[in-house]
Every structure is written in C-alpha cells, then in structure tokens.
C-alpha cells in the first residue's frame, strides 16, 4: 500500500512539483449563508466510477439556494469530470494542490440538483453519479436549503488545509446559550485520499481537532463513504455527512465520521467558538469544511478570504470568512 503512494510522490517530483509544506494557504470561506438555512452534506466513492450518492433525510417543503458537487483527486492537476444524474458536471474551479499531487476540484450542481428536490415531499434523494478519471478519489456533494426555520449560519470552506496546522474563531455578537432548545454547532470534514488502515484499523497517521483548547479528536480520516469492499486508490474518501452519527470525544479511527459536535465545547455565555487543527503527517488533502451553528456569527482567520454575498431576496446572505482547518491523515495509498 505504502509503494504506491511513494510512486505517486516521486513521480510528482520528477514533474517538477513541489512537496514541501504548501505555499498555499488553508481552507478558505467559499459561501457563508445568514438565515432560516439548513444544509445536506454526503459523499461517495468507488474504484467502479459509477454508482449513486444520497442525501440524508430532507424536510418537506425545502428548496434549495445552492448546490455543489466536489471530486477529490490523487493526480495533481490531472483531468477529471463526470455526471450527476446523466448531466455533464464541469468541474470548473480548482482548490489547489497539496503535497505535490493531491487536489479537489468543485463544480456548481445547482440546475441539476434543484429540480430535483424543489416542490418534493421531502426524504431522501439519491442522485447518480460517474467519474472519467481513475484518479478520482469520490465525490461530496453539498447542498444549502432554505427551510424556513431558525437563524443559522452555514458557511462553506474549500481548499486544503495547512498540515502544520489553522486557527479561526467564529465570533458571535451575542453570548450563547449551548442549553437552548435547538442549539446547533457543528463541524462536517471532507477528505481525500484518505487511508488508515483496511476496515479503518489504523497506522502511524494523525489528524488533530480542538476546539475551545480541548481536543476533541486526533482520528480524522480513513474512507468512510467507500462503496467498495476494499480501500485502493479510487475510493479514499470520507465525509461528514447527514446520516453520520457525531463522532464521540476522542474517538477511534473507526468511530470518527469527520460529522463533530461542537456544542460540548461550548460555556454558557461564550462568544466564540475557537478550532486549531494540525496535520502532522501531511498527506491527506482536507478540501472541504462544513459549518452549521445557530444564531449569526462572524469569522475570523489568517487565511479566510474576504466575504462573499450570494443572492437571494428573501432571507440576508453575509458573507463572511471563516475557519482555516488543517486535519488530514496519512493514508498509505493502496494499489489495486
């Protein structure tokens, strides 16, 4: 397992490539949403590079604001592509290359994605999915949903996180209150060409999380959203998605679902949330972070970019920057 990762690592030399910790800077804010807002989070991945991905249960009623289809490659700037639902999926932007070779690209779904669920008695909903590269690790798919329900903020970051390690803080202009009914905080991960061990048995790679200065995982990774029986390069992919239990403080490889809980974290009366991460086996590639927190929040990082504003008329969408995340997790890679 471990050869071929080191092939793929050489090879990216000999291209020129450079493996040394990434010039490039962390995860950075791609959407925030202020409103009565819930998001669906979900992945998938197969050496076949063909199959389904489903959403976890969806409220009746909902209609969708955003979509967008990510694939995690072990490549570097190798072409990649495929289809949801028998529709070309043009992944137009690139997320950056970390250690030399891996990388994530994003495609906007949501013409694709919005038929589907607007007007829908909601569920579950199952969307068909292809890859035309062997390089293609799987898929996550994000979607944020106007429901009508209590002030949250989702924010989007993508990218790659520093493997020597991010800090953000999501500030709040009021103090929390993790007792309330319908508090939500939490954190969902993608990441890719992500291995530790057959059946999540482990090895020497660690990822670590903290939050408000306690720990809450050291376990991040390993290819939950396989279909397949067996990891390989192909199928190294996990996401924290709807259906995911939370992971438990400090859980094992097996039990972490990259889905975290913050809300232990949290003291009444506090104002912010605080997350370091690092990385210190820097090669898995964390391209994707996911937030869900109650109430309007603000963030602040080195590394986040200026807000971004998306649309709609009916509820504010702030754009703001938020949390710069370094988990990954060495997996050696495996050859099929």
């Not at 076949?48 to 489903?54: A, L, Y």
């Not at 529709?87 to 690209?105: E, M, P």
């Not at 009914?181 to 020497?204: K, Q, V, Y």
């Not at 094992?252 to 809980?261: A, L, S």
Request: with cysteine; aromatic share 6%; glycine share 12%.
């Amino acid at each position: 397992m471990r050869r071929l990762r080191n092939a793929l690592l050489a090879a990216s030399a000999v291209a020129g490539i450079g493996l040394a910790a990434p010039a490039a800077a962390s995860l950075s804010t791609f959407q925030t949403f202020v409103g009565g807002y819930d998001v669906s989070t979900s992945g998938w991945g197969s050496t076949s590079q063909s199959g389904n991905i489903s959403t976890g249960p969806i409220a009746a009623g909902a209609t969708v604001v955003a979509a967008y289809l990510y694939t995690s490659s072990f490549g570097g700037s190798a072409a990649v592509g495929g289809t949801l639902n028998g529709t070309a999926v043009n992944y137009s932007t690139a997320l950056g290359i970390n250690v030399g070779i891996l990388q994530a690209f994003r495609a906007d779904v949501t013409s694709i994605v919005k038929p589907v669920i607007d007007g829908g008695s909601g569920g579950v909903y199952t969307f068909s999915i292809t890859e035309t590269s062997g390089v293609q690790d799987g898929e996550a798919l994000v979607i944020v949903l106007n429901t009508g329900g209590p002030t949250r903020t989702i924010a989007i970051l993508d990218g790659f996180s520093a493997s020597t390690g991010d800090t953000a803080t999501l500030n709040f202009a009021s103090a929390l209150d993790p007792t309330a009914a319908g508090f939500t905080a939490e954190m969902r991960l993608g990441i890719g060409f992500s291995f530790d061990g057959t059946n999540c048995s482990g090895g020497s790679q660690t990822s670590q999380v903290t939050v408000n200065s306690t720990v809450i995982t050291n376990n991040a990774g390993c290819n939950d959203d396989s279909v397949d029986a067996t990891p390989n390069n192909g199928n190294l992919i996990t996401v924290g998605g709807d259906t995911d239990p939370f992971s438990a403080l400090l859980p094992t490889i097996p039990n972490d679902h990259e889905r975290y809980n913050l809300i232990p974290q949290i003291a009444l009366g506090d104002t912010a949330i605080k997350i370091d991460t690092l990385n210190p086996s820097n090669d898995d590639n964390i391209f994707l972070a996911v937030f869900k927190v109650s109430g309007e929040a603000t963030v602040t990082c080195p590394d986040c970019q200026p807000p971004t504003v998306p649309e709609p008329a009916t509820l504010a969408l702030v754009g703001l920057g938020m949390l710069g995340i370094g988990l990954a997790r060495r997996r050696p890679a495996v050859t099929r």
